[in-house]
């Protein structure tokens, strides 16, 4: 079955500490694998997309990085206003699938 | 730039009474897709539509019904309506079904049903 995990679930950091996020999928075909960030009470705002293993793209202190099972968002220094879930989504068929999402908190 | 236009914001409903959501996607986007998330859960797939046709359908009860107009907006019509439905409902468009991945959302419509 096609799934896409996150981890973790939730996360909390002192501004300027550095920090992963991980996002597993088991998807045969893959056709890309997308972040978005999604602020509370808001729609998730699309952030990359990655289509092969060993691909990066970054925007500002966002990092995200695609292997063969797995993608990761690294955060470098982060600040409160990074503070949101960020999601990843695997397109399938026409609709893209989420998964559960990292809680982010990002303390002054 | 324009976004995704979703109404109403927030909608009070009893149980077994009908909602409708509306959508009106980005300009010349031809692509609709709805998503319900609840609280604390990720965006779970409703249905979607390319050039007023359903190209892809989810988790989507058969109390719901959608389509897609000739002017690409949507409607999402709910009957019957449970305290579960209760829920974030949100429209994304994208220009082209098999898209990049990259679908524009609106700012969501919040049902509760009391």
């Known amino acids: 079955e096609d799934q896409v995990t996150q981890s973790p679930e939730a996360l909390r950091l002192q501004e300027g500490e550095s920090s992963s996020l991980n996002c597993s999928y088991t998807v045969s075909g893959l056709r890309g694998l997308f972040w978005y960030r999604q602020d509370p009470g808001k729609g998730p705002e699309f952030l990359f997309t990655?289509?092969?293993a060993g691909e990066e793209k970054e925007k500002e202190r966002l990092k995200a990085t695609l292997t063969k099972k797995e993608s990761f968002l690294h955060i470098t220094a982060p600040k409160p206003e990074d503070s949101a879930t960020y999601l990843c989504?695997?397109?399938?068929?026409?609709?893209?699938?989420f998964g559960t999402g990292t809680r982010l908190q990002v303390f002054p | 730039a324009a976004g995704v236009i979703q109404s109403p914001r927030h909608l009070i409903k009893e149980k077994r009474e009908t909602a409708t959501l509306k959508c009106y996607p980005i300009?010349?986007?031809?692509?609709v897709y709805w998503y319900q998330q609840g609280p604390g859960q990720d965006p779970q797939f409703l249905i979607s539509?390319?050039?007023?046709?359903?190209?892809d359908k989810g988790s989507i009860p058969d109390r719901f019904s959608a389509q897609q107009f000739s002017d690409y907006h949507s409607e999402l019509n709910m009957s019957s309506l449970e305290l579960g439905d209760s829920a974030l409902y949100f429209c994304a468009s994208s220009l082209g079904p098999r898209n990049t991945g990259e679908l524009f959302f609106g700012e969501g419509s919040r049902l509760t049903v009391l």
């Open positions: 539509f390319y050039e007023k046709m359903q190209s």
């Open positions: 990655l289509y092969s």
């Open positions: 300009p010349r986007h031809d692509t």
């Open positions: 989504a695997v397109p399938l068929t026409d609709k893209l699938i």
